[in-house]
């Protein structure tokens, strides 16, 4: 007796059939994958427009600067539907040795819209120009300015806001 075998064209087939079964099946999956990671990634990343911008802005609720703990801290409210982040803050101010020197540092959370949040140097900052305010001399401040990254060119200008407080 004389077992047959599966004939090469219809084994041919059978293996493109199997082998376009499973790319269908994986690029469904990656599509959605994609998609969604996409999705995350555009509203986690995507700056606010300039014209949406001009519209919206920051609001400094207050703002304390504490020259023997050297620490800065400045509650800010989002009544707007952009997420800041990156906020940025830059003290341009003489140092103990009275020479002029710039701190520069980001806060590492965003302000989602329709919050508050206290943002403080102690917490959640990292110094990206100078490694502490060890060497800053608070009462010499001459400018404090926080940016951030979702409206780059909004610039407020902290130096009447905020209060020095000498504990």
Not at 88 to 108: D, Y
């Amino acid at each position: 007796m004389i077992k047959r075998a599966v004939s090469p064209i219809i084994s041919v087939i059978l293996l493109i059939l199997v082998a376009v079964i499973l790319i269908t099946i994986f690029l469904l999956w990656a599509k959605v994958e994609i998609k969604e990671d996409l999705q995350n990634s555009s509203d986690a990343l995507s700056p606010a427009s300039d014209l949406d911008c001009l519209n919206y802005s920051l609001s400094v609720d207050s703002c304390f600067i504490y020259s023997s703990s050297k620490k800065v801290e400045v509650l800010l409210t989002n009544a707007t539907p952009i997420r800041y982040f990156d906020i940025m803050l830059t003290i341009e101010a003489e140092n103990l040795s009275q020479e002029k020197e710039k701190w520069v540092g980001v806060f590492s959370n965003s302000l989602f819209p329709g919050h508050s949040k206290l943002y403080n140097t102690d917490t959640n900052f990292l110094f990206t120009k100078n490694e502490n305010f060890s060497n800053l001399n608070f009462n010499e401040i001459s400018n404090i300015i926080l940016t951030n990254g979702a409206c780059k060119r909004e610039i407020i200008n902290l130096i009447n806001m905020c209060e020095i407080i000498n504990e």
